[in-house]
């Protein structure tokens, strides 16, 4: 049998990994391979690095996390600081590659390296096997086109509980040996993706680490230990510790965990704990996290333009003060302050102050919500480009939200900060 090479993308797993289980399913031998790319660290049109030092700390993680991993089944994880299209060659004609196993990747950018891969190996005779693999509910279960994506949440939510289950669980085989194969790349360091080491404060709000074994260990964590996915609905709005929301994010945005593998865990959880409004939740915002994948597939990279998938007009404007205001946490909002302070000192925010923030930039300042976007892109450690921009639609009033709502961040800071005890952590000593 042939030699096999699964390319990691945003699956950096070997539990319920697809592109992972058919090549070794199909190979008697199996390498991996993962680029750190360096567009991937370049600054972007807005002048921000599309990845800052949170996102690339988590990653190299993730990484080293992903390769100690495979040595267990005998697989090399060949790691590159470098494009895919300039390294991926060499190997195919070294390892006598005949299959290219990877994770299908829709939006502009990832299609680009794509194409430029498939132009670079277009003489080596190579095969590419593609899997959808980082949604709950795969395109390949449903039962309409891309193009028949409903324009509204609540109507694909009812849709897909009535029609579809999620995929099962792919295993990879447990006595899958091959022969030792010599690797001699190493992960790169945080200096060497042009960063300078750092530290996080200590009360920041996601202190974990990258990687799979994180990842499960969480989940573990989350249902199991403390039960916290029994209350969920009542804490996903905190704005405080470690304990509010899932913290699942991270992990699932560079796919060191599948939606599949929570969503198994949450029926489980359903069926020998308990089963209520909170686990029901849960589930509701994987639907979420899947739905912002559709309505990319559907309108394409609509989802980046200033019009949104609405192609709507409104008098966005490009004040370099105001947008740096927000940045730094320097406007009239001590609660927007306190969130956007949070964020670049942690590369972290909750799902509330996102909202927040995005609206009091869009609707408040009348700033052009890509500028935010692309904030957000290089800041978050759990960035996952369809859930960003599909949010920042919907904030912006450009996308699936019709009622195009703006945020009364004082009432919302009353609301969920009634004694100012976030705001006071994030904005000591400046004005309290």
Same mark, same amino acid.
């Given at each position: 049998m042939s030699t096999g090479l699964v390319w990691f993308r945003n699956d950096l797993r070997v539990k319920d990994q697809e592109s992972l289980a058919l090549a070794t399913n199909s190979h008697k031998n199996v390498i991996g391979v993962y680029c750190f790319?360096?567009?991937?660290?370049? @600054?972007?049109?807005?002048?921000? #690095?599309?990845?800052?030092?949170?996102r690339a700390k988590f990653l190299i993680e993730t990484v080293e996390d992903l390769k100690s991993t495979l040595e267990k089944y005998t697989i090399p994880?060949?790691?590159?600081?470098?494009?895919? *299209? &300039?390294?991926?060659? #060499? @190997? @195919?004609?070294v390892h006598k590659i005949s299959h290219i196993y990877f994770q299908d990747e829709w939006t502009k950018e990832e299609r680009v390296v794509e194409e430029a891969l498939k132009e670079a190996?277009? !003489?080596?005779?190579? +095969?590419?096997?593609?899997?959808?693999?980082? /949604?709950?509910?795969?395109?390949?279960l449903m039962p309409f086109q891309f193009s028949e994506t409903?324009?509204?949440?609540?109507?694909?939510?009812?849709? =897909?509980?009535?029609?579809?289950?999620?995929?099962?669980?792919?295993?990879?085989?447990?006595? /899958?040996?091959?022969?030792?194969?010599?690797?001699?790349?190493?992960?790169p360091s945080i200096k060497d993706l042009g960063f300078e080491n750092f530290s996080t404060p200590v009360h920041t709000a996601f202190p974990f680490r990258g990687g799979e074994a994180n990842a499960l260990e969480h989940l573990t964590n989350y249902f199991w230990k403390t039960e916290?996915?029994?209350?969920?609905? #009542?804490?996903?709005?905190?704005?405080?510790?470690?304990?509010?929301?899932?913290? @699942?994010?991270?992990?699932?945005?560079?796919?060191? =965990?599948?939606?599949? !593998?929570?969503?198994?865990?949450?029926?489980?959880?359903?069926?020998?704990?308990?089963?209520?409004?909170?686990?029901? $939740?849960?589930?509701?915002?994987?639907?979420?996290? &899947?739905?912002?994948?559709?309505?990319?597939?559907?309108?394409?990279?609509?989802?980046f333009k200033q019009k949104g998938i609405k192609n709507s007009v409104y008098n966005w404007q490009n004040n370099s003060e105001l947008v740096e205001q927000? =940045?730094?946490?320097?406007?009239?909002?001590?609660?927007?302050?306190? +969130?956007?302070? *949070?964020?670049?000192?942690?590369? $972290?925010?909750?799902?509330?102050?996102?909202?927040?923030?995005?609206?009091?930039?869009?609707?408040?300042?009348?700033?052009?919500?890509?500028?935010?976007?692309?904030?957000?892109?290089?800041?978050?450690? &759990?960035? &996952?480009?369809?859930?960003?921009?599909g949010n920042w639609c919907y904030v912006a009033g450009v996308g699936n939200d019709p009622r195009d709502r703006t945020f009364n961040v004082d009432l919302q800071a009353k609301r969920y900060d009634p004694n100012a005890k976030y705001q006071k952590l994030w904005l000591q000593p400046k004005l309290f």
């Amino acid at each position: 049998m042939s030699t096999g090479l699964v390319w990691f993308r945003n699956d950096l797993r070997v539990k319920d990994q697809e592109s992972l289980a058919l090549a070794t399913n199909s190979h008697k031998n199996v390498i991996g391979v993962y680029c750190f790319d360096p567009r991937q660290f370049k @600054l972007n049109k807005f002048g921000f #690095k599309k990845t800052e030092k949170y996102r690339a700390k988590f990653l190299i993680e993730t990484v080293e996390d992903l390769k100690s991993t495979l040595e267990k089944y005998t697989i090399p994880l060949f790691v590159y600081l470098g494009k895919p *299209e &300039d390294y991926i060659p #060499k @190997l @195919l004609v070294v390892h006598k590659i005949s299959h290219i196993y990877f994770q299908d990747e829709w939006t502009k950018e990832e299609r680009v390296v794509e194409e430029a891969l498939k132009e670079a190996t277009k !003489t080596n005779k190579v +095969n590419f096997v593609k899997a959808y693999s980082q /949604f709950l509910f795969s395109p390949n279960l449903m039962p309409f086109q891309f193009s028949e994506t409903p324009k509204v949440f609540t109507v694909f939510r009812k849709w =897909i509980e009535k029609e579809v289950q999620p995929r099962s669980l792919v295993i990879i085989k447990q006595n /899958f040996e091959q022969k030792k194969i010599d690797n001699p790349t190493t992960i790169p360091s945080i200096k060497d993706l042009g960063f300078e080491n750092f530290s996080t404060p200590v009360h920041t709000a996601f202190p974990f680490r990258g990687g799979e074994a994180n990842a499960l260990e969480h989940l573990t964590n989350y249902f199991w230990k403390t039960e916290q996915v029994s209350y969920y609905k #009542k804490t996903r709005n905190g704005l405080l510790g470690t304990k509010y929301s899932s913290k @699942l994010s991270a992990w699932l945005a560079n796919g060191s =965990i599948s939606a599949n !593998t929570i969503y198994n865990q949450l029926k489980k959880y359903e069926q020998q704990v308990t089963k209520n409004e909170s686990t029901y $939740w849960l589930f509701f915002e994987l639907l979420w996290r &899947d739905y912002f994948k559709y309505i990319s597939l559907r309108y394409g990279d609509a989802i980046f333009k200033q019009k949104g998938i609405k192609n709507s007009v409104y008098n966005w404007q490009n004040n370099s003060e105001l947008v740096e205001q927000w =940045i730094t946490g320097t406007t009239q909002s001590n609660f927007v302050n306190a +969130n956007m302070i *949070e964020l670049q000192q942690t590369g $972290w925010m909750s799902n509330r102050g996102r909202q927040n923030v995005a609206s009091y930039f869009a609707k408040n300042l009348q700033l052009d919500w890509r500028i935010g976007a692309a904030y957000f892109e290089s800041l978050l450690i &759990d960035y &996952d480009v369809h859930s960003n921009y599909g949010n920042w639609c919907y904030v912006a009033g450009v996308g699936n939200d019709p009622r195009d709502r703006t945020f009364n961040v004082d009432l919302q800071a009353k609301r969920y900060d009634p004694n100012a005890k976030y705001q006071k952590l994030w904005l000591q000593p400046k004005l309290f």
